[in-house]
């Protein structure tokens, strides 16, 4: 189970921090996503993290802005986004995959969260 938490309403150029906590065991052994969409929008991937925290993937859209890090002895991964825009503003997943590697798309992640809403004013 995945519990994401940290979303709300800030203003263009503010910062939020998201955090995805995870029941069970070996936390170590699910590479992690989060996901993000708008309305009207498909679900896209903004950034994902490896089992051990060594790989880790960011949409063009997100680079350099937005931090993707996990702490596996707190079964959390966490989403820092920095510099937010209007652009950014979406319902907020994370996603767990059974095996360690990232992966970008959203078919290789099998346990959802309910997302957290996220809001950027400009």
């Known amino acids: 189970q995945l519990q994401a938490s940290g979303g709300g309403l800030v203003q263009s150029g503010g910062s939020l921090r998201l955090s995805c906590a995870a029941s069970g065991r070996s936390f170590s052994d699910n590479g992690m996503g989060w996901f993000r969409q708008a309305p009207g929008k498909e679900r896209e991937s903004v950034s994902t993290i490896s089992g051990i925290g060594g790989n880790t993937y960011y949409a063009d859209s997100v680079k350099g802005r937005f931090t993707i890090f996990r702490d596996n002895a707190k079964n959390t991964v966490y989403l820092q986004m920095n510099s937010l825009e209007a652009d950014d503003t979406a319902i907020y997943y994370c996603?767990?995959?059974?095996?360690?590697?990232?992966?970008?798309?959203?078919?290789?992640?099998?346990?959802w969260g309910r997302g957290t809403q996220v809001t950027v004013s400009s």
């Open positions: 996603a767990a995959r059974p095996f360690t590697s990232i992966a970008t798309t959203r078919a290789y992640y099998t346990y």
